[in-house]
């Protein structure tokens, strides 16, 4: 049988299923009935025939020649280049490349330390399918705590960071240390004076000690609130109402104090503590809106009062001044009819005599 091989390609011949040589361009003649066989392809890529094993082709030096064998080792991954480009990511262990038109090279990836090396560019990362490694982000105002099989191994700062998944577990715990707030609405606290009052408070806080706070508090937040909680129990029922209603900043202070005596047992500083509101019951309410009516009542009769004494005592320097200084008292008489002529219309003055005469008997007649 006759088989042409172009220059780009090869022929693998095979006798009675035995591997013989590898054929290159030019013409051959072997007869089928004889048990010869001529596989042919192309030499590019990776090599093709797979019918036997690459240790047997590999003893046809002139086909070694001309091909690169990759051997991916346990607990490694390997890293294609054509022509010093990234092509994929090779896994399994023995791989044949034709090297006769194009180069091909490759570089192995030890998977066996969890840490990534800082030489894995962002190039390899993008043809590593992710079952092989993690990513992890720490963004700015948080730390990460990484832990290998359940260890714990170390802090990460912000920053990327890639590790290995093969030989060990890799998990990292993302704490935020940015002030955090918690609100504790609706306390029903009893005073001392027996009232019931309800009261919202606002905290904040933030974690100083993420190793230490890991290993020991579960459920931080809701320790912090129970804490709380007691705290401000504790220190408003030695109060009377009208105490904690006259003195809310200065309790708010004294809590705060309070708290960052406790704080390190709980991995954090208390930055904050403050009392939003006071809720007091239906009734005191509605006896204390009267009280504050009946106060503001009581405020304004007394400037009332005040100012009618003023008025009165400014009439009375007012009488001295006119009864002392009889040119003084005219102009208030002309001061008078000034008004009086703004107020009417027309004046009809009846009877004989003077005008300046009638006007000032009119004028008695309006005192």
């Not at 005073?191 to 579960?218: F, H, P, S, W």
Request: a neutral charge.
């Amino acid at each position: 049988m006759k088989y042409i091989i172009n220059q780009n390609q090869c022929g693998f011949l095979i006798k009675d299923g035995i591997f013989i040589k590898t054929l290159y361009c030019g013409k051959y003649w072997y007869p089928g009935m004889l048990g010869y066989q001529v596989v042919i392809e192309k030499m590019e890529g990776s090599v093709g025939f797979g019918t036997l094993p690459a240790e047997v082709l590999l003893q046809d030096q002139t086909f070694a020649d001309k091909v690169l064998q990759i051997k991916i080792p346990e607990g490694h991954i390997g890293i294609l280049r054509l022509n010093g480009v990234v092509q994929q990511v090779l896994t399994e262990p023995v791989y044949l490349y034709w090297n006769n038109w194009n180069r091909y090279d490759y570089e192995l990836l030890d998977m066996r330390e969890p840490k990534m090396k800082a030489e894995i560019t962002k190039s390899y990362l993008a043809h590593i399918p992710l079952k092989y490694y993690k990513k992890i982000e720490i963004k700015t105002g948080e730390t990460g705590v990484l832990y290998f099989d359940n260890l714990m191994v170390g802090e990460l700062a912000a920053g990327t960071y890639f590790y290995w998944t093969y030989a060990k577990d890799v998990v990292c715990q993302v704490i935020d240390l940015r002030a955090r707030s918690i609100e504790i609405n609706g306390q029903e606290i009893l005073t001392a004076d027996r009232i019931g009052i309800r009261v919202n408070l606002l905290c904040t806080y933030r974690v100083t000690q993420v190793k230490r706070m890991l290993e020991t508090i579960k459920n931080q937040e809701a320790q912090i609130y129970a804490c709380v909680q007691l705290v401000v129990r504790e220190y408003i029922g030695k109060y009377r109402l009208d105490e904690i209603l006259e003195q809310k900043e200065e309790i708010s202070g004294f809590i705060c104090t309070q708290l960052k005596e406790v704080q390190d047992d709980y991995c954090i500083e208390f930055m904050t503590v403050g009392i939003k509101d006071i809720i007091l019951p239906g009734e005191i309410r509605e006896i204390m809106n009267t009280v504050l009516i009946a106060e503001r009542k009581a405020q304004a009769n007394v400037i009332t009062r005040r100012e009618e004494v003023a008025s009165t005592r400014s009439l009375l320097n007012t009488a001295k001044l006119m009864d002392e200084n009889k040119t003084l008292y005219k102009l208030k008489e002309l001061e008078c009819l000034e008004r009086i002529c703004m107020q009417v219309g027309n004046i009809n003055v009846a009877g004989s005599g003077a005008l300046l005469e009638q006007l000032r008997e009119l004028m008695g007649g309006f005192a």
